[in-house]
Every structure is written in structure tokens, then in C-alpha cells.
């Protein structure tokens, strides 16, 4: 029997991907939640086929009705994208947007309570972790120290997350990701950024030195659509058990990228794709962005070593974005 999904933010731009995911790979009834009052945007999922997809506006700063709930029939699956998630914007506005992402969880597991579905993504970032030094990289059970408010709003968001686990039993299960990148991404971001001002001729700010620029492991949005995918399939939750006189937790997974590259090389590959010049200028990651952390980095043995593997390379799928990016200008 088909399963029932609902993706939140399904029309934002790593939402859309998951949607065309699921839409490629499965049979599977898929009901996006959105409020375009924020950075969803329906042009993302015209091409998609609308029988096996519907949409349905909320604004996840308020409760979800019952009445809502009831448009949405039985769940099998609830995969929490939604988000708001640039830092900087985190940063400008730390109040505003602190409250929507913790806001958004509430309300989402709060309707998981009602609707119990069988299982529960909830999404989240390497930025929890905050920077990672030298060749280590994080592991799911490190602890959290985040280095700015976007950060620490999705580490509140997985607090929650666990408490609702342990607390009412939902059948949770949360993905940490690094960067992501893809066709359709907003504009705000590092990669489409670097290709508009290559497109211009514009200086691109790179943040760090020569010697030391920041660095960063990018992971395309369809490789995160297919762990989602992968877990949902082949994973079951874990479930709290009280006689059990440890600490426990739901289980986390890193969603890890193959290759970490500096973001002056990036920036110069995008270039080199588009055959255009590439005008740089460094700047201090401390006077750049406040809380600005030098490099991320996630183990995602984990995940890797109970069957998952990405189905699409770093450099190929950067080409096709940069190309698509560039044919498609906003």
C-alpha cells in the first residue's frame, strides 16, 4: 500500500528536492505544508507532477488545526525541512527568527502527537556541533556548541525533538547535513551567490586569508532527499525504554559530504565552469559575520555503514548546478 508523507517547507529549495526525490523513487502520497511567507516558493515544484503531490498553506508559527490535520488523513511519515536558515539573517534579526524555528518544531510534533505517524525526520545541521578543528570531524553523540543563532535554533529544535521522544513517545529520528547546494537554490546562499557575481564581473568576498580560507564539505540537496529516503525505508526508530538505567536518546545521523574543499577553490571552480574571470577579495571571518565559524566537518560512518551511499558525485553535480543556475537567472 502507497505511504502518506508530509514534507514541511516542501517548496523551499532543499523541500523541492526531496519532493522530486520521492516523486523519481517511490509511489508514495506526498502533502507539503508552506507558507510562502518566507522562503518557499511555488515555482520550485511546478514541474512536479500534482496527482501524487498536494499542497496545503500554513504559516508553522501558528498551531496546526484540527481541522488542517484533518485535510492532511492518515501520516505514515512527517520529514521536518522547514526552516529558516541563513545566518546571517539569524543574525540581523536574532529574535524573530530564533522564535519561528522553535515555534515551527512545537507545532509540528505537537500535530505528530495527534496524528502518530510512524516515523518522524527531524532535520538539522553540522552547525550544531559549531567549528570542527584540524582533520577531526563530529560524531552524532558529540556534544552541542553552537556559534550563532541560526545554530542554536536548530539545536533548540533538537532538544525538543528529544523531549518529545522520551516525553510522548514519538518515533523521532534526526539528520545532521553539511552545506547543501542544488539547482533552485535561494540567491543568498554561497554557491548561487559566486555564480551571479562571477556572471557580472562582481568581486566575490571570500572569508579568511590566502593562506587560511574557510572551508566547507558540500552536499548536494538530491544526496540529503536520498538518506531521507533511505532511513524511511530500511530504519526503524528507536524507542525510549524506561527500565533501562542509561542515558538514552533517538538516534542521529550525519549526512556527510565526500569532499571538503576551501571556499576560494570553490569559488574559483565555479568560475572555471562558467569560462569566466574570477575576482576575489578576502575578508576576516570575525568581521565578515559575527559567531562565524572557520570550517564544519561531520563522521558519517554511521549512516554510511548501514547501507547508504550517495547516488551523485561532488563535481559532476556541481557543474550541473552552476549550468542550470546560469540558465535560469532569478
Known amino acids: 500500500m502507497s505511504k ?23 509511489d508514495w502520497h506526498i502533502i507539503g505544508l508552506d507558507s510562502f511567507s518566507h522562503r518557499g516558493d511555488s515555482e520550485r515544484t511546478r514541474h512536479i507532477p500534482h496527482e501524487r503531490y498536494d499542497v ?22 512527517v520529514v521536518n525541512v522547514a526552516s529558516e536558515s541563513h545566518v546571517d539573517r539569524s543574525i540581523s534579526d536574532p529574535v524573530n527568527f530564533t522564535q519561528n524555528n ?3 518544531a512545537l507545532h509540528v510534533f505537537e500535530m505528530c502527537r495527534e496524528l502518530k505517524p510512524e516515523k518522524i525526520i527531524q532535520v538539522s545541521t553540522d552547525e550544531i556541533y559549531g567549528p570542527a578543528y584540524g582533520d577531526y ?71 579568511g586569508s590566502a593562506s587560511s580560507p574557510g572551508k566547507r564539505t558540500y552536499l548536494h540537496a538530491r544526496n540529503l532527499s536520498d538518506a531521507w529516503l533511505f532511513l524511511l525505508q530500511n530504519i526503524e526508530p528507536k524507542k ?67 547501507g547508504w551511499k550517495a547516488p551523485l558525485d561532488f563535481k559532476s553535480s556541481l557543474r550541473k548546478t552552476v549550468l542550470w543556475t546560469r540558465d535560469h537567472p532569478e
Not at 57 to 77: A, Q, V
Request: include cysteine.
Open 240 to 306: 525510549y525504554e524506561p527500565s533501562l538505567d542509561v542515558v538514552q536518546a533517538p538516534e542521529i545521523y550525519n549526512v556527510a559530504g565526500d569532499e571538503e574543499v576551501d571556499n576560494f577553490s570553490l569559488a574559483k571552480m565555479i568560475a572555471e565552469i562558467l569560462e569566466k574571470p574570477f575576482k576575489y577579495e578576502f575578508i576576516d571571518f570575525e568581521k565578515a559575520r559575527a559567531g562565524h565559524d572557520k570550517k564544519y566537518a561531520l563522521d558519517g560512518s554511521k549512516l554510511k555503514n548501514l
Open 56 to 77: 496545503i498553506c500554513h504559516d508553522l508559527n501558528s498551531p496546526i488545526s484540527k481541522l488542517t490535520m484533518h485535510r492532511f488523513g492518515k501520516l505514515d511519515y
Open 137 to 207: 570531524k563530529h560524531k552524532e553523540e558529540d556534544r552541542w556548541i553552537p556559534s550563532n543563532v541560526y545554530s542554536a535554533s536548530k539545536a533548540a529544535q533538537n532538544a525538543l525533538a528529544i523531549a518529545y521522544w522520551r516525553t510522548f513517545g514519538l518515533p523521532v529520528m534526526i539528520t545532521n547535513a553539511m552545506n547543501n547546494f542544488a539547482e533552485r537554490q535561494n540567491s543568498e546562499k554561497y554557491v548561487p551567490k559566486c555564480i551571479s557575481k562571477i556572471l557580472k564581473g562582481e568581486n566575490i568576498t571570500i572569508h
Open 4 to 26: 502518506r508523507i508530509l514534507i514541511t517547507g516542501s517548496a523551499g529549495f532543499i523541500g523541492s528536492h526531496f519532493v522530486e526525490h520521492l516523486v523519481k523513487n517511490t
Open 102 to 104: 522553535v515555534n515551527l
